[in-house]
């Protein structure tokens, strides 16, 4: 998509050159320009979007100009400035974050980022139509890394990681789900440079319509903070989840009829994802200073307790028809690659049954996996192994259609550009799953093994392989004839450095909508779970 033409009489862009790799604009002031915008939506997407960039040093009076197109004079909202140092490499980061809100639903904004002595960066977005007003459109994938290598190549790259972008801003979604594991920065050697290169790849996307993040395993940075995800947290302004320690690690958000939850599952998980032999090698003091990869259980049930009330309000809201929760690490795999994780069934998915979630999006296994709708376990599973919901989908159509009242569907979309896809070989039977069951004791210095057990699989609705790169779109449609509502759910894949992502899997969830006039709202017209 093109930008938006902007005249702003008060900034002249003047003229830009290139200085060892950074845009600089050669005034007095010898300010860097904005770079790596890039957009968030607030708690509200109908009425509040937040922009961010950031710079390579310190910047005066960061501003943000927003308003119709071509007409921006009149707005100005002043910049929060948000640092931090890397502790592999010493580098400070400098980034800007304007909170713009509120703003009209179903609307399409104009903006331009700014500081003193450097050129505008322009973009444009649309706000979220309110309630069932209208449709929407997203998309999705995790696991994406950078399209080349950086600093001494340590870190992975691909180029489906550049690809899948112009694969995504083609279908021109209202915004876009990111599950965690961005540019895998805590496997490189120049993680503020990794990221760099990660914005730059996806802000022809991200600066027109909001990418909203899941931290994963690859976002901990040992070092950075006190769970490593300093770096994350400042370069993303997200909605608030009541904790700012805890700022954008787990928040929520609301477009058209749907509730969306991201979360952060190395919280619960029992593998030691975080741990990375460069940052431990590497960052200075890391023993003495009491750097500890592994983090499971940091938030103290925070973030469960957090999860309950907001799934509970959204069930009592009669504007929502759809929850759908994204996140890193699956509940479940069938890709013997790293497996699901028990710690993300015994944390999350009762409730998820409880409060009937439609939808869970994941990443971490590098391939695509479709669940047929699921609730309860299965009787006497002590891997807690979910129960196929008793009406999984009625087969007669084409495609298939799912009523997620009976159960939750889960999707893994972990090909978003790392180049270590699930092969097909690493593909076990098609119906045995795997599952992180235990850990084995280790410490902030040697990672923890995971104890790997597997699971018959009858959960497993599709899975795709042979084209392990690829993203999901989902069009919801508000309002059906006869008071239905329905997301039209589409896998798009593509092989290894190919551009070409095509349609290779496709479903559509389908059901009534909420009626405001019944007691109990959504719950009333869930069915109940089995749980061992
Ligand atoms: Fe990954
Ligand atoms: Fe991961």
Known sequence: MEPARIQHAAINPGACFMLSGLVRHPDASGAPAPEQVHLQFGADASSQVTVSWAAPAAVA???????????????????????????????????????????????????????????????????????RSGPVTFTSFGDQSVPEPVGAGTGPHSPNARYVVDA??????????????LCYANASDAPVATWAS???????????????????????????????????????????????????????????PVRIVALHNDDVCLQDGGFSGLRRDGVPGYLARGVEPYIRGYSGGQQRRWL?????????DEDIDWV??????????????????????????????????????????HHYERSHPVRGVVPGSALLTPAVAAR?????????????????V?????????????????????????????????????????????EPAAWSAHRDAKAPFGFASF????????????????????????????PRDRVVLRKPRVDPSRTGGELAGLRPARRA
């Open 392 to 408: 999984p989908s009625f087969r007669h159509r084409e495609p298939a259609e799912i009523d997620t009242r009976h159960g939750t």
């Open 475 to 502: 069009e919801v449609v508000p309002a059906e004839p006869g008071g239905t509502t329905s997301i039209a759910v589409t896998y798009w894949g593509a092989v290894a450095g190919s551009r070409d992502y095509r």
């Open 61 to 131: 009076r960061p501003r943000l100009l927003i308003g119709e197109p071509g007409a921006l004079a009149g707005s100005r909202i002043e910049a929060q400035e948000r640092v931090y140092a890397d502790a592999l490499t010493g580098e400070t980061v400098f980034t800007y974050h304007a909170f713009a809100g509120p703003l009209e639903p179903g609307s399409r904004y104009a903006y331009e980022v700014v500081h003193d002595g450097s050129p505008p960066v322009s973009g444009t977005f649309r706000t979220a139509p309110r309630g």
């Open 324 to 365: 759908v929760v994204f996140m890193h690490q699956p509940a479940m795999s069938s890709a013997h690659f790293n497996g699901a994780d028990l710690g993300v069934r015994q944390n999350w998915l009762p409730l998820f049954d409880t409060y009937g979630v439609d939808l869970v999006l994941a990443g971490h296994e």
């Open 308 to 316: 309950e009330r907001e799934l509970a309000a959204a069930r009592r």
């Open 168 to 181: 995504v801003e083609r279908l021109d979604p209202l915004f876009h789900l990111l599950n965690g594991d």
């Open 198 to 256: 990660y914005f730059g790849n996806i802000t022809r996307s991200a600066r027109y319509r909001p990418w909203m993040p899941a931290p994963g395993n690859h976002e901990n940075e040992p070092g950075n903070g006190p769970r490593g995800y300093l770096s994350y947290q400042t370069r993303f302004g997200l909605p608030g989840n009541g904790t700012p320690a805890f700022r954008g690690q787990w928040y929520a958000f609301t477009a058209g």
């Open 410 to 454: 889960h999707l893994t979309i972990g090909g978003g550009g790392h180049p270590y896809t699930v092969p097909p070989r690493r593909v076990h039977g098609r119906r045995e799953g795997i599952v992180i069951a235990g850990i084995e004791p280790g410490s902030p210095l040697v990672q923890r093994r995971s104890v790997v057990e597997t």
